[in-house]
Antibody
Framework: EVQLLESGGGLVQPGGSLKLSCAAS????????MSWVRQAPGKGLEWVSN????????YYGDSVKGRFTISRDNSKNTLYLQMNSLRAEDTAVYYC???????????WGQGTLVTVSS | DIQMTQSPSTLSASVGDRVTITCRAS??????LAWYQQKPGKAPKFLIY???SLESGVPSRFSGSGSGTEFTLTISSLQPDDFATYYC?????????FGQGTKLEIK
């Protein structure tokens, strides 16, 4: 059974940094691209970032480009999201998601809440 | 960026009803469209990929259709467990984008 477990969320001041982790199990992590998707309180889903299997090819949404960095450690079956220069509008539940054979997000973690506030 | 527009935003229906949710893309995405179901406080659940292919384990009352710019999600006979919010998502090109969601409520 695929399991994705996010951690690292919390309260951070505007301008601060936070690093999220997503521990994967139940599948061959190194074979699949991975993503982060976020959801602000009471709002819809917003794609944040993708990383391919090799860890070299990465993609970002416009709202986070230049501030967030996605990475992965295939030896540890773990996905990361380094978030810098955080803003109030980054407040959201952050989900990691596995990209399946057909490229859609076929498995999701339970999410971790990031709150940016002074 | 490709904009995804769902309609309606809210849909009231009864158990046993047939319902359809529409998703329109601002430009052609071929069949690179997925549908997800989300319940309050929970992660999204994957339902459909490539516009019309049902994910394993998803009940057959769910179906998807469409290509290009217009897509639909149909639930043939609503069950109590189906009342939730539904999102479409294009993965044709970056940045990937979601529709704003359709909340399916009990009438």
């Amino acid at each position: 059974e695929v399991q994705l477990l996010e951690s690292g969320g919390g309260l951070v001041q505007p301008g601060g940094s936070l690093k999220l982790s997503c521990a994967a199990s139940g599948f061959t992590f190194s074979d699949y691209a991975m993503s982060w998707v976020r959801q602000a309180p009471g709002k819809g889903l917003e794609w944040v970032s993708n990383i391919k299997t090799n860890g070299v090819s990465t993609y970002y949404g416009d709202s986070v480009k230049g501030r967030f960095t996605i990475s992965r450690d295939n030896s540890k079956n773990t996905l990361y999201l380094q978030m810098n220069s955080l803003r109030a509008e980054d407040t959201a539940v952050y989900y990691c998601a596995k990209r399946g054979v057909w490229e859609a997000f076929d498995s999701w973690g339970q999410g971790t809440l990031v709150t940016v506030s002074s | 960026d490709i904009q995804m527009t769902q309609s309606p935003s809210t849909l009231s229906a009864s158990v046993g009803d047939r319902v359809t949710i529409t998703c329109r893309a601002s430009q052609s995405i071929s069949s690179w469209l997925a549908w997800y179901q989300q319940k309050p406080g929970k992660a999204p659940k994957f339902l459909i990929y490539k516009a019309s292919s049902l994910e394993s384990g998803v009940p057959s009352r769910f179906s998807g259709s469409g290509s290009g710019t217009e897509f639909t999600l149909t639930i043939s006979s609503l069950q109590p467990d189906d009342f939730a919010t539904y999102y479409c998502q294009q993965y044709s090109s970056y940045p990937y984008t979601f529709g704003q969601g359709t909340k399916l409520e009990i009438k």
